[in-house]
């Protein structure tokens, strides 16, 4: 069976960490992988980029804007950008968007793929 989360660092300087979103998890479960992503970022004395690769539809439930909030509130110091990456649904960058909104955030990049993120990223710097 796969994993729900899984984490790799996508880069050899350990710049960019990359958190895949497999299948069957819950809300809860998502803020925990993401305290788990930021506790990884934290442990780095530079500045690191997340890639969060989205493998299959989001679940359920109203847990959804909380857990995005839990996601952008709690990023270490160190975390610079977030890029999505989501080919599946709008449903995502709607919640995305009203998030950061509500939030007053400048939100994470959506894009369609991982060379797109990859890409993105490699432009900011």
């Known amino acids: ?14 710049t960019c960490l990359r958190m895949e979103l497999g299948m069957g998890w819950s809300w809860g479960e998502f803020i925990e992988a993401i305290d788990e992503a930021h506790a990884m970022v934290a ?8 890639i969060m690769l ?6 359920p439930g109203r847990e959804a804007m909380p857990a995005l909030q839990h996601a ?10 977030t ?10 960058d709607i919640l995305i968007k009203n998030t950061d909104r ?6 994470p990049k959506i894009v ?3 060379d797109d993120a990859r890409k993105y990223l490699g432009t900011l710097d």
């Open 1 to 14: 069976m796969a994993q729900k989360f899984v984490f790799a660092w996508d880069d050899e300087n350990h």
């Open 43 to 50: 442990t780095k004395d530079h500045d690191v980029n997340l």
């Open 54 to 59: 989205w493998k299959a539809s989001l679940p």
């Open 72 to 81: 952008g509130g709690t990023q270490p110091p160190n975390l610079r950008h």
């Open 83 to 92: 890029v999505m990456v989501n080919k599946s649904t709008r449903f995502l």
């Open 102 to 107: 509500r939030e007053g955030w400048v939100g």
């Open 112 to 114: 369609q793929n991982i």
